[in-house]
């Protein structure tokens, strides 16, 4: 059985533990990647919807519990 199969068999909330568990290894080293091409405008758009009063700035860990609420 393969890697990608074991995951897809965990329930939901071990999936979620996975996915920050990658989170965490990839933003750690975070030097050793470069930016996807189309990652530049996502920003700026997001600045822009920021500037506008249109998109709603919160804290990491809450926007994780939120997530998770939906999730249940």
């Keep these: 059985m ?3 199969q074991n995951i897809h068999e965990l329930p939901r909330i071990e999936k ?3 996915m920050e568990f ?3 290894e990839l933003t ?3 030097e050793q990647y470069e930016s996807p091409s ?3 405008k996502a920003l700026a758009d997001t600045e ?3 500037e506008e009063g249109k998109e709603e700035l919160i804290d ?3 926007a994780k519990q939120r997530l998770r609420k ?3």
């Design 60 to 62: 990491w860990n809450e």
């Design 28 to 30: 750690t080293k975070a």
């Design 2 to 4: 393969d890697l990608l």
């Design 38 to 40: 189309w990652h530049e």
């Design 22 to 24: 990658i989170w965490e």
């Design 48 to 50: 822009k919807r920021m």
């Design 70 to 72: 939906k999730t249940k």
């Design 16 to 18: 979620i533990k996975v």
